[in-house]
C-alpha cells in the first residue's frame, strides 16, 4: 500500500513538474512576442516622427527654393506612400518588412535630394528654423538606426528561445514563428564611387 501511494505522488509531482515547466516555457514567449510586438512599434514611432518634421522643412525650403518644385513634391509624394504602408506587428513577415522598408528608404532618398539642393541656397542653410528642423531630422535618423538594432536584437533573443529544444515543441504546438529582421538594404555592403 505504501509503494502504491509513493508511486501515485511521483506521477503526480512528474506530471506538475511538466506542467509547471510548459505553463513557463509558454508564458516566457508570449512575453518575448510582446517585447518584439513592442520593439516594432517604436521602430513605426520614430519613422513616424520622421514623417511628422518632413512638412515644416519642406514648407521651410518651398520659402527660398520655390523653383525646386519637382524635388518638393517627390518628397510629398514619398512622404505619402510611406505613411500608408502599415504592418500589422502580429504580422511580421519578410515580405511585410521589406515593403515597409523599401517605402522608407524611398523617403529617405527623397530627403536626401532635397537636403543636396539646399547646399545652392546659403540664405536657407543660415534660416534658424531650417537647422533646427534639420538637427531634429538628423537626430531622428539616428534614432531610427538605434530602434531597428533593438528590433533586431529583440527578434533574434525571440527566435533563439523558440527554436531551441525543448522549448521548440512548445512553440510549435502554439504557432509561435520566427520573427525577420531589418536587413541592410539592396547595395548597402557596396561603398559609393567617388570622383573628383
Do not use: C
Not at 523617403?107 to 546659403?122: D, M, Q, R
Amino acid at each position: 500500500m505504501k509503494k502504491g501511494l509513493v508511486a501515485i505522488l511521483v506521477v503526480a509531482a512528474v506530471v506538475l513538474g511538466i506542467f509547471f515547466w510548459f505553463q513557463s516555457t509558454y508564458n516566457g514567449m508570449v512575453k518575448m512576442d510582446e517585447g518584439v510586438q513592442a520593439a516594432w512599434s517604436q521602430v513605426e514611432n520614430v519613422y513616424q516622427r520622421r514623417a511628422d518634421l518632413i512638412p515644416n522643412l519642406v514648407a521651410t525650403v518651398k520659402g527660398y527654393a520655390a523653383h525646386e518644385q519637382e524635388t518638393l513634391e517627390g518628397v510629398i509624394s514619398a512622404r505619402s506612400k510611406a505613411t500608408q504602408i502599415t504592418v500589422d506587428p502580429q504580422n511580421l513577415t519578410p515580405e511585410e518588412i521589406a515593403k515597409y522598408q523599401k517605402a522608407q528608404g524611398e523617403l529617405g532618398s527623397a530627403l536626401g535630394k532635397l537636403l543636396a539642393i539646399t547646399e545652392n541656397y546659403p540664405d536657407l542653410k543660415a534660416n534658424e528654423n531650417f537647422m533646427a528642423l534639420q538637427s531634429q531630422l538628423e537626430g531622428t535618423e539616428n534614432r531610427i538606426a538605434v530602434e531597428r538594432q533593438k528590433f533586431n536584437e529583440t527578434a533574434r533573443g525571440y527566435n533563439t528561445v523558440i527554436r531551441q529544444f525543448p522549448k521548440n515543441i512548445v512553440a510549435g504546438m502554439f504557432g509561435f514563428e520566427k520573427k525577420p529582421y531589418f536587413e541592410a538594404q539592396e547595395g548597402a555592403q557596396q561603398a559609393p564611387e567617388v570622383k573628383f
